[in-house]
């Protein structure tokens, strides 16, 4: 259920917080929470995804049954999914005691596991927001499309075992003269949210994807001037 999944990642944006802020964080604490991550953003998308371009346990779309051979391809394409998240969050276990450059500070490598889980849900939600308003109904089966599933697995996947650098809102301080548009920006991203939720965070999806490569050309300046700076 997509409502669990969003639940998941607000809970996971907070449990750290909340751990520190109670100086309750330990080494058994970090590993549950990976292993909650896997479970929530690597194995549920994983079977949601196969379910939904499958047609669920009955294997029918429209009334006309899926290709077996589709079937076991989109399911190995979810279980490579599944196998990404759980290296990406092992990567990441092992980084944490590892030194790593000033440039870093505002890039995550690779696309962390709540926003993997967010790119490849993103063709079922707007599918779900599509159909919700009664709109364009050929476009919405487009997004659910077995091929479309394939390539967003395999896509997302390969997007979270890279070192690509991805952006990292952790950091991020908001300088005054930009504090005004940006809280602008938040109460219109509010307002949609509550007038047309779905397509809403389908649309944001959509903008998470389109900001990795913004943002690799973001850290090759950052990482060039760091460089030449300290020659």
Same mark, same amino acid.
């Given at each position: 259920?997509?409502?669990?999944?969003?639940?998941?990642?607000?809970?996971?944006?907070?449990?750290?917080?909340?751990?520190?802020?109670?100086?309750?964080?330990?080494?058994?604490?970090?590993?549950?929470?990976?292993?909650?991550?896997?479970?929530?953003?690597?194995?549920?998308?994983?079977?949601?995804?196969?379910?939904?371009?499958?047609?669920? $346990? /009955?294997?029918?779309?429209?009334?006309?049954?899926?290709?077996?051979?589709?079937?076991?391809? @989109?399911? #190995? +394409?979810? &279980?490579?999914?599944?196998?990404?998240?759980?290296?990406?969050?092992?990567?990441?276990?092992?980084?944490?005691?590892?030194?790593?450059?000033?440039?870093?500070?505002?890039?995550?490598?690779?696309?962390?596991?709540?926003?993997?889980?967010?790119?490849?849900?993103?063709?079922?939600?707007?599918?779900?927001?599509?159909?919700?308003?009664?709109?364009?109904?050929?476009?919405?089966?487009?997004?659910?499309?077995?091929?479309?599933?394939?390539?967003?697995?395999?896509?997302?996947?390969?997007?979270?075992?890279?070192?690509? $650098? /991805?952006?990292?809102?952790?950091?991020?301080?908001?300088?005054?003269?930009?504090?005004?548009? @940006?809280? #602008? +920006?938040? &109460?219109?991203?509010?307002?949609?949210?509550?007038?047309?939720?779905?397509?809403?965070?389908?649309?944001?999806?959509?903008?998470?994807?389109?900001?990795?490569?913004?943002?690799?050309?973001?850290?090759?300046?950052?990482?060039?001037?760091?460089?030449?700076?300290?020659?």
């Amino acid at each position: 259920d997509l409502w669990a999944l969003l639940v998941a990642v607000i809970c996971d944006g907070m449990d750290g917080r909340i751990a520190r802020l109670l100086n309750a964080s330990s080494k058994l604490g970090a590993e549950l929470d990976s292993l909650a991550d896997f479970v929530n953003f690597g194995v549920a998308p994983a079977m949601f995804m196969y379910f939904w371009f499958t047609g669920g $346990p /009955t294997h029918m779309i429209d009334g006309e049954p899926v290709n077996p051979t589709l079937i076991r391809v @989109v399911l #190995a +394409c979810a &279980l490579y999914y599944a196998m990404c998240d759980c290296f990406r969050l092992a990567r990441f276990n092992t980084m944490l005691e590892q030194e790593t450059a000033p440039y870093w500070t505002h890039f995550f490598t690779g696309v962390p596991a709540p926003g993997g889980c967010w790119m490849v849900l993103t063709p079922a939600i707007l599918s779900i927001a599509l159909d919700a308003k009664g709109i364009s109904p050929s476009f919405a089966w487009v997004l659910q499309n077995p091929w479309t599933g394939v390539f967003m697995l395999l896509f997302v996947g390969a997007l979270m075992a890279s070192r690509l $650098p /991805t952006i990292s809102l952790k950091h991020l301080k908001i300088h005054k003269p930009y504090l005004l548009p @940006v809280m #602008a +920006c938040l &109460l219109l991203v509010i307002a949609f949210l509550v007038t047309n939720f779905w397509m809403t965070i389908g649309v944001l999806g959509v903008l998470y994807i389109l900001t990795v490569p913004v943002t690799g050309m973001i850290f090759l300046k950052v990482r060039n001037a760091y460089l030449r700076q300290n020659r």
